[in-house]
């Protein structure tokens, strides 16, 4: 009995660990570089700039945990962030439309990326990462056409003032509109029955099936999420560079399948969630700032990127006797 | 105590002296260019209708969706049609593998001219330029090259552009702007084959006229990784070196994620920014305040010496030594002859269109 009971503190224990191993690494990797510089790393203009700039990494990797956690992948994210930032930019600017409006047509063509994603996927039954790969490259050839393979400068003042410029706490708007969308999925995945639907499903379709759960409408709804969401991020992104250009957004998808992938190790760890895609955002965010900022050369942060990413995963499957993965 | 002082003083002064000598050599370098670009013959002239009449030359731009290349291609096709020589584009994506095909197509449709614009490095497509030259098709490179750079021996002729007097003229004024006392972070791409003259030129301006001028770093990032490397790590950069006092983003499209990082590190107005290419979101940021200047080539005129020097080189013409297109600065009071908002051929004048015309024995 009380070998048992031994057993399952220990095992409470490593549960324990694991949950908040990435924020613990978090909170090493910034001693760390606060050490080693204090002057510089350990300052709360270097944290504010860092929350603000990776507001949109943030946004994007949030909006793909929502359809992996009903067992979707959603490739087009880069392409509909750069989608929203360039529909801005030549409404806006070239075409002296108001901002509003702007926003509205963004808004309506990301929705609109996510119906056609949830169509083939859902009703015509081809795989996520099928469709999701088409409607990329589609989009990102339409968005070439739309902006001439152009950089768009000069967004309306007010809007790139209202994302970047004001702050509250000496972090700008852009971060807490992350923040807010992060604290909305936790509140949607842990609190809600649409949350506990959403992970039958990516856990067995045929179950969820079988319990009653609407499993077509649940990750169709999760796919419009999602190029919602990745508009937001492209809008945010418009916001802080204060223009638009038709390639960037596409680069952002791969590192926020990484934040989203080391996220599911932590806080509920084995599931997609979004208090720990947000920690690994900015984990990983702090680490190459601080290698930065001890002027490494920019091929060691990829390689710290990939790194931790792998050892993260490997160590949390170490933590629970390398059962067979849920994710991916 | 004398010669104690005297052994302080006299370095001093020195160094002064070295650094008011800089300054006055930058300011002669940039008044150059800053005045309207003048047209210089690129040679003797000739019959270019005659020529070019029923020839084909096929443009291959490193890619389709880049818009200074597209510009370029666009003019060289007006161009030829009014010498009669046939200029047509080989869309794709930026892949090598796109550009063997377009030599290949060359060949198989019976081209004169392969023209490679600015970025497609002949050495990945020897085995397709050596079967061209075999069917007889010439291959050209515009705007790649340095001349300080040998051309690859399979291409015919080669118009290559001073990327190390640009490097030179960003030193220039850099050095000017900041009376000799910049401490400056460069942005570069190591992979893009221009970066090496460009910045031998930089560093060997600062060193010859710059004693106080200081690279704090250099971030090197590959162009598919702009977006996702340069505003993070220049924001690191800035924040850990409160001393840095300028930032040249050696091509300028780089300039879209300097701005936002100087931004966002409330260092505007602090840090100044310095860059090439006169792409036309970038003189908007010019005439914003947010870039302090920017060295423009005219596309038409590229076009415009491009064909010139490849009649000449297929005609058995000397070809000249460079593409010879001026390069000038434009910075706050001059950015608005660029047009509002900017456009890539506005600003430079056109005295360059009557001195080509004239050339080639068309009427004026």
């Known amino acids: ?328 | 105590m004398l010669a104690c002082a005297a052994g302080w003083l006299l370095p001093a002064l020195a160094l002064a002296d070295a650094t008011a000598d800089g300054i006055a050599h930058a300011k002669r370098q940039i008044d150059k260019h800053r005045a309207k670009p003048v047209f210089v013959a690129p040679g003797a002239a000739f019959d270019a209708r005659q020529c070019a009449a029923g020839k084909k030359m096929l443009s291959i731009p490193n890619s389709s969706a880049n818009p200074f290349l597209k510009g370029i291609i666009k003019r060289e096709i007006e161009v030829g049609k009014q010498l009669g020589l046939t200029v047509q584009e080989w869309q794709n994506q930026g892949q090598p593998s796109q550009w063997a095909q377009g030599v290949e197509f060359a060949v198989r449709d019976r081209f004169d001219i392969v023209n490679l614009i600015s970025g497609v490095d002949p050495k990945t497509l020897e085995p397709q330029i050596r079967a061209a030259k075999v069917a007889g098709v010439k291959t050209m490179t515009s705007h790649f090259y340095d001349p300080s750079q040998p051309q690859n021996p399979l291409v015919a002729a080669s118009l290559p552009v001073g990327f190390n007097a640009i490097g030179k003229l960003l030193a220039d004024w850099v050095i000017l702007r900041s009376n000799g006392a910049a401490q400056i972070v460069v942005i570069k791409s190591s992979e893009v084959p221009p970066t090496e003259p460009l910045l031998r030129g930089l560093h060997d301006e600062l060193a010859a006229h710059c004693p106080k001028c200081k690279i704090v770093t250099e971030i090197n990032t590959g162009v598919t990784e702009w977006a996702t490397k340069i505003q993070p790590s220049l924001q690191s950069t800035l924040l850990a070196n409160p001393g840095v006092n300028w930032v040249i983003p050696i091509y300028d499209s780089m300039s879209q994620f300097v701005v936002p990082a100087i931004q966002i590190t409330g260092r505007r107005g602090k840090v100044k920014v310095a860059t090439f290419n006169g792409t036309p979101f970038v003189l908007d940021y010019v005439r914003n305040g947010e870039v302090d200047m920017n060295i423009g080539e005219s596309l038409d005129w590229i076009a415009h010496a491009t064909i010139d020097g490849y009649l000449r080189a297929l005609c058995g013409l000397p070809v000249p030594k460079d593409i010879g297109v001026p390069f000038y600065i434009f910075d706050a009071g001059n950015v608005k002859d660029a047009g509002v908002p900017a456009q890539f051929d506005q600003g430079y004048g056109s005295d360059y269109i009557a001195g080509f015309r004239k050339l080639w024995g068309l009427a004026q």
Request: positive net charge; contains cysteine; glycine residues 10%.
């Open chain 1, 1 to 328: 009995m009380s070998r048992k009971h031994g057993s399952t503190s220990r095992a409470s224990v490593g549960a324990l660990v694991e949950r908040f191993a990435l924020l613990g690494a978090w909170l090493v990797v910034i001693a760390g570089f606060g050490i080693a510089l204090p002057g510089s790393f350990l300052t709360w203009q270097n944290f504010a700039v860092m929350f603000a700039s990776q507001a949109p990494a943030a946004l994007l990797a949030l909006a793909l945990i929502v359809p992996l956690t009903c067992g979707d992948y959603d490739l087009s994210g880069g392409a509909v962030v750069t989608l929203a930032a360039v529909i801005l930019g030549v409404l806006n600017v070239v075409h002296q439309q108001p901002i509003g409006l702007a926003l509205a047509a963004a808004l309506a063509a990301g929705l609109l990326v996510g119906v056609v994603n949830a169509f083939f996927i859902v009703y015509v039954r081809i795989p996520s990462l099928v469709v999701t790969l088409g409607t990329a490259s589609l989009v990102t050839g339409f968005v070439q056409w739309f902006s001439d393979s152009s950089t768009i400068s000069g967004l309306d003042a007010g809007f790139v003032d209202w994302i970047i410029v004001r702050q509250l706490f000496g972090i700008s708007y852009a971060f807490y509109v992350a923040a807010l969308v992060a604290l909305l999925l936790w509140y949607v995945f842990e609190y809600t029955p649409l949350g506990r639907r959403m992970l039958f499903v990516g856990k067995s379709r045929e179950v969820a099936r079988l319990n009653g759960i609407r499993v077509d409408r649940v990750r169709a709804g999760a796919l419009i999420t999602s190029s919602v969401l990745a508009t937001l991020a492209g809008v945010v992104y418009a916001g802080v560079l204060g223009s638009a250009d038709p390639f960037s957004g596409l680069n952002f998808l791969l590192p926020a399948f990484a934040a989203a992938f080391l996220g599911a190790t932590s806080i509920k760890p084995g599931r997609f969630n979004a208090g720990g895609t947000f920690i690994a955002v900015y984990f990983l965010a702090s680490g190459i700032t601080g290698l930065s900022m001890f002027g490494i050369p920019l091929w060691v942060t990829s390689a710290f990127n990939g790194a931790a990413l792998i050892i993260a995963v490997t160590l949390s499957q170490f933590a629970r006797g390398r059962a067979e993965s849920d994710l991916g």
